[in-house]
Nanobody
Framework: EVQLVESGGGLVQAGGSLRLSCAVS????????IGWFRQAPGKEREGVSC????????YYADSVKGRFTISSDNAKNTVYLQMNSLEPEDTAVYYC?????????????????????WGQGTQVTVSS
């Protein structure tokens, strides 16, 4: 059974940093993609970043480029999202998700419907 468990959320002032972790378990294949998504109250869930397990290729939404960094530690089966220069607009519940069925095009990377496993989410609140 695939499990994704997020941790690391919290309250931080604008300009501060947080690192989110996603502990991954249960995959029988080494070829999957882990994505980070966020959902603010009243808004749709949006893709923030993702990383491929086999080649380490990454994707970032324009809104977080230069501020967020995704990485993976294969020995620990953990994917991280380092978030710097946080802004109040980054306030949301952050979810990690996994796709082990592949993508037909790169434009699908940030689409929640393309991910078939989800964690429970962790709250990130950025105060102004």
């Amino acid at each position: 059974e695939v499990q994704l468990v997020e941790s690391g959320g919290g309250l931080v002032q604008a300009g501060g940093s947080l690192r989110l972790s996603c502990a991954v378990s249960g995959f029988t294949s080494e070829d999957y993609t882990i994505g980070w998504f966020r959902q603010a109250p009243g808004k749709e869930r949006e893709g923030v970043s993702c990383i491929g397990s086999s080649d380490g290729s990454t994707y970032y939404a324009d809104s977080v480029k230069g501020r967020f960094t995704i990485s993976s530690d294969n020995a620990k089966n953990t994917v991280y999202l380092q978030m710097n220069s946080l802004e109040p607009e980054d306030t949301a519940v952050y979810y990690c998700a996994a796709n082990d069925i592949g993508f037909s095009r790169s434009g699908d990377y940030p689409r929640p419907s393309k991910y078939n496993y989800w964690g429970q989410g962790t709250q990130v609140t950025v105060s102004s």
